[in-house]
């Protein structure tokens, strides 16, 4: 069965970082895209950060110039790093795959999306 496992949240001060990691645990062919998104306490889900096929990075205005997208080294993660953090950036951080879980469904171009449960970061003094 594939799944979505997170890390990487925790309690940092103001102006630190994070690397939140979101991997896929079981055989799938590749990653097509991935979006993260944020939900801060009492507020509605919002868009973070995404990564397309191409590989070109979209960043909301308010974590642009701080967060970064990328595929990481190991085989179907990835990563969102976080830096200059601000108490405004305290959530829980969701990612959001697009997969292809064979061959012919890269080739038909056939993906399904996985999402993860979350991963809380709490930016305070």
């Known amino acids: 069965q594939v799944r979505l496992v997170e890390s990487g949240g925790g309690l940092v001060q103001p102006g630190g970082s994070l690397n939140l990691s979101c991997a896929v645990s079981?055989?799938?062919?590749?990653?097509?895209?991935v979006d993260w998104y944020y939900q801060a306490p009492g507020k509605q889900r919002e868009w973070v950060a995404s990564?397309?096929?191409?590989?070109?990075?979209n960043f909301a205005d308010a974590v642009k110039g701080r967060f970064t997208i990328s595929k990481g080294n190991a085989k179907n993660t990835v990563h969102l790093q976080m830096d200059s953090l601000k108490a405004a950036d305290t959530g829980v951080y969701f990612c959001?795959?697009?997969?292809?879980?064979?061959?012919?469904?890269?080739?038909?171009?056939?993906?399904?999306?996985?999402w993860g449960r979350g991963t809380l970061v709490t930016v305070s003094a």
């Open positions: 079981g055989s799938i062919f590749s990653i097509n895209a």
């Open positions: 959001d795959l697009k997969v292809y879980e064979t061959y012919d469904d890269y080739v038909a171009g056939n993906h399904f999306e996985l």
């Open positions: 990564l397309t096929t191409e590989g070109t990075a």
